[in-house]
């Protein structure tokens, strides 16, 4: 008896600190980037579950089965409403810490949209030099990174730029409203290449290095990423990646974008399947070349209400991009966000939600992504 007695207590005692103990990491995330949700909410926009209860947006991506939400960071979007600047960025992040939620940041280094057709310098950065310019990146990055601290947020992934596969902070002709002017054929002009991947290869490795060395200063256990777009696009990967890697700029996961459906209307690629298909044969190759994990960090598939095929359609891929970066890359690939499913289609036509703010059949793949 007194053994059996002593057994049980052990038993116990292990269930005890078993049930203290925290909970298992996920070994793959599953998020979204909502960057537009307080915005929205300021113009009256209201968000729905698949039962019509209303829901606030990072509350109800948690509901629908992500585990991480991804926001963009802009240096000053003073003529822009102020969105997705440090303080908006402070609220989202808190909504997504309150709910147990990671987060991905991804700073664009310019005070509003950077994409491979423009990455405009900021306005109070114009003019400075390239030492100067270093610095202003490692002000901006610890200032925005320091705010997220003293509120208790730690971000688990760091993006440094977006889709910078033409580099980072150089400048391109715009109109008024921010957008690039384009040419008789079509071609933007660049005004200010100083971090241009092609023109000064050596200042965008700098650049890049200079962020990872500032999001490491405030946070040394985030992961700091690359990201570049058409995760198909095997040359573009070798190409970019190189110019980093020999010019002594180190990051610690890749970050890719994935729309089979932009990729047609530009004109890379002419099946959306295969397009898929090319962009895990990219991230198989691109994860052994350089030693990385790789996270799909924005993917979107086409929406149209009136069409139900469609939209299953790309629930069926969101699916498979899901089921293969878990299944087909050797364990390479951590995760897929993707990017403004909250969208209304007149607004962007790559969403997963309907005009009226409830999530479409897309989204179910985040729930269930087997055949």
Same mark, same amino acid.
């Not at 609220?91 to 997504?96: G, N």
């Not at 962007?348 to 793949?365: N, Q, R, S, W």
């Given at each position: 008896?007194?053994?059996?007695?002593r057994f049980l207590l052990a038993i116990i005692i292990v269930s005890l600190v078993s049930c203290t103990q925290a909970p298992k990491e996920p070994e793959f995330w599953l998020g979204a980037d909502i960057g537009w949700c307080t915005e929205y909410e300021s113009k009256g926009y209201k968000f729905y579950n698949k039962?019509?209860?209303?829901?606030?947006?990072? !509350?109800?991506?948690?509901?629908?089965?992500?585990?991480?939400?991804?926001?963009?960071?802009?240096?000053?979007?003073?003529?822009?409403?102020?969105?997705?600047?440090?303080?908006?960025?402070?609220?989202?992040?808190?909504?997504?810490?309150?709910?147990?939620?990671?987060?991905?940041?991804?700073?664009?280094?310019?005070?509003?949209?950077?994409?491979?057709?423009?990455?405009?310098?900021?306005?109070?950065?114009?003019?400075?030099?390239?030492?100067?310019?270093?610095?202003?990146?490692?002000?901006?990055?610890?200032?925005?990174?320091?705010?997220?601290?003293?509120?208790?947020?730690?971000?688990?992934?760091?993006?440094?730029?977006?889709?910078?596969?033409?580099?980072?902070?150089?400048?391109?002709?715009?109109?008024?409203?921010?957008?690039?002017?384009?040419?008789?054929?079509?071609?933007?002009?660049?005004? !200010?290449?100083?971090?241009?991947?092609?023109?000064?290869?050596?200042?965008?490795?700098?650049?890049?290095?200079?962020?990872?060395?500032?999001?490491?200063?405030?946070?040394?256990?985030?992961?700091?990423?690359?990201?570049?777009?058409?995760?198909?696009?095997?040359?573009?990967?070798?190409?970019?990646?190189?110019?980093?890697?020999d010019n002594g700029a180190k990051w610690d996961m890749i970050g890719m974008s994935l729309y089979p459906y932009w990729a047609l209307d530009g004109g890379f690629r002419t099946d959306e399947d295969q397009t898929i298909t090319d962009c895990f044969e990219n991230i198989r190759y691109v994860s052994e070349k350089f030693?990385?994990?790789?996270?799909?960090? !924005?993917?979107?598939?086409?929406?149209? !209400?009136?069409?139900?095929?469609?939209?299953?359609?790309?629930?069926?891929?969101?699916?498979?991009?899901?089921?293969?970066?878990?299944?087909?890359?050797?364990?390479?690939?951590?995760?897929?966000?993707?990017?403004?499913?909250?969208?209304?289609?007149?607004?962007?036509?790559?969403?997963?939600?309907?005009?009226?703010?409830?999530?479409?059949?897309?989204?179910?793949?985040?729930?269930?992504?087997?055949?």
């Open positions: 008896m007194y053994y059996n007695a039962d019509g209860q209303e829901r606030e947006c990072t !509350e109800l991506m948690k509901e629908l089965g992500l585990n991480a939400v991804r926001h963009r960071v802009w240096v000053d979007p003073s003529a822009h409403g102020n969105w997705c600047g440090k303080e908006d960025l402070l609220v989202k992040c808190q909504r997504a810490k309150a709910l147990d939620m990671e987060i991905l940041l991804d700073f664009h280094y310019s005070d509003w949209w950077a994409d491979p057709q423009k990455q405009n310098i900021p306005a109070s950065w114009s003019g400075h030099s390239y030492e100067q310019m270093k610095q202003d990146l490692w002000n901006h990055t610890v200032d925005v990174l320091q705010l997220l601290k003293n509120n208790g947020i730690e971000p688990k992934w760091i993006q440094v730029g977006n889709e910078t596969r033409n580099g980072f902070l150089w400048s391109v002709k715009s109109n008024e409203f921010g957008w690039p002017e384009l040419d008789e054929n079509g071609n933007t002009t660049i005004i !200010e290449s100083m971090g241009h991947v092609v023109n000064n290869p050596e200042q965008y490795a700098g650049f890049f290095a200079t962020g990872y060395d500032a999001c490491k200063s405030v946070f040394p256990n985030s992961i700091v990423m690359v990201h570049l777009d058409n995760g198909f696009d095997k040359d573009l990967y070798d190409f970019n990646l190189g110019v980093l890697r030693g990385s994990d790789i996270m799909i960090v !924005e993917t979107g598939f086409y929406v149209d !209400e009136n069409d139900p095929a469609r939209l299953e359609r790309g629930r069926k891929q969101l699916a498979r991009v899901i089921r293969e970066s878990i299944n087909e890359t050797n364990g390479r690939c951590k995760g897929v966000f993707y990017w403004e499913p909250e969208c209304r289609p007149s607004q962007y036509k790559l969403g997963a939600f309907t005009e009226d703010g409830h999530p479409t059949v897309i989204m179910d793949a985040f729930m269930d992504w087997s055949e």
